[in-house]
């Protein structure tokens, strides 16, 4: 299964909508205006919140929870590293690797690959693309990818 990701430019408001691969709208996300910490939304085309990720206060790194149908799923924090970032996933014991400077990294759990995630450029926008093997991973393999660049994002401001 594999997902594509299109955040607008100029907006007032974060509001990313992800498309399958005959772009057709599945899911979108709303994040919240004027927050201390950061929410995201994340919603089906009908409307109904399928889950939300939230920024936790800590002194140092940044920590985002995860949660799926009103259930903590997840927990991702970025880990203190020199040269290169890294993240440890709490909850479904996966690992995201790869190249996060470029936008291209995978999730893999006990060194099986879950999801490949990586940026396209030359786009009006920034566009990733998401792909899993099982389509029951594809939800909290989206919220990773929106947690992850949250961070890279908060990193380069």
């Known amino acids: 299964m594999k997902l594509c990701i299109k955040q607008r430019v100029f ?14 709208q599945v899911y979108y996300i ?8 950061k ?6 085309m009908s409307g109904e919140e399928v889950g939300y990720i939230e920024q936790r206060f800590n002194l140092f790194l ?29 909850g479904p014991n996966w690992h995201v690797e790869g190249d996060f400077f ?3 990294y995978r999730i893999t759990r006990f060194e099986e690959p879950i999801a490949y995630i990586d940026k396209e450029w030359f786009t009006f926008g920034d566009c990733y693309a998401v792909e899993t093997k099982d389509p ?4 909290l393999a989206l919220a990773v990818m929106i947690s992850i660049d949250f961070v890279l994002a908060r990193n380069n401001n």
């Open 62 to 90: 940044p920590r985002l929870d995860i949660y799926l149908f009103g259930k903590l799923s997840a927990s991702i924090q970025q880990q203190f590293t020199f040269l290169h970032q890294e993240y440890d996933i709490e």
């Open 30 to 37: 709303e994040s919240e205006f004027f927050t201390f910490f």
């Open 39 to 44: 929410k995201f939304h994340i919603y089906a």
């Open 136 to 139: 029951d991973d594809m939800l």
């Open 11 to 24: 907006s007032l408001y974060d509001r990313f909508y992800v498309t399958d691969i005959n772009g057709e």
């Open 102 to 104: 470029n936008h291209e």
